[in-house]
Nanobody
Framework: QVQLVESGGGLVQAGGSLRLSCAVS????????MGWFRQAPGKERDFVAA????????YYADSVKGRFTISRDNVKNTAYLQMNSLKPEDTAVYYC????????????WGQGTQVTVSS
């Protein structure tokens, strides 16, 4: 079984920064893309960023481009989301997910970490 554990969330003032981590454990069997999603109260879960296995390609939602940076360390089986210039609208529960390269859907998810940005 594959498990994902997010950490690094918290309360920060607008304009501040946070760094989220997502540690993957268990047998993943093959290469996988890692992604970050977020869900605000009363809203659907939205895509934030993703990074391929090699790290050569990364993708971002328009709302976070230029402010967030996704990275990964395959030795540590960990992905990161550096969030700068945070805005109150970034407030949400942030989830990381694993999608195998041969699949279109994310197969495994973490439990989420709360990010709250105060104005």
């Amino acid at each position: 079984q594959v498990q994902l554990v997010e950490s690094g969330g918290g309360l920060v003032q607008a304009g501040g920064s946070l760094r989220l981590s997502c540690a993957v454990s268990g047998r993943t069997f093959s290469s996988y893309t890692m992604g970050w999603f977020r869900q605000a109260p009363g809203k659907e879960r939205d895509f934030v960023a993703a990074i391929t296995w090699s790290g050569a390609s990364s993708y971002y939602a328009d709302s976070v481009k230029g402010r967030f940076t996704i990275s990964r360390d395959n030795v540590k089986n960990t992905a990161y989301l550096q969030m700068n210039s945070l805005k109150p609208e970034d407030t949400a529960v942030y989830y990381c997910g694993v999608r195998y390269s041969t699949m279109t859907e994310y197969k495994y998810w973490g439990q989420g970490t709360q990010v709250t940005v105060s104005s």
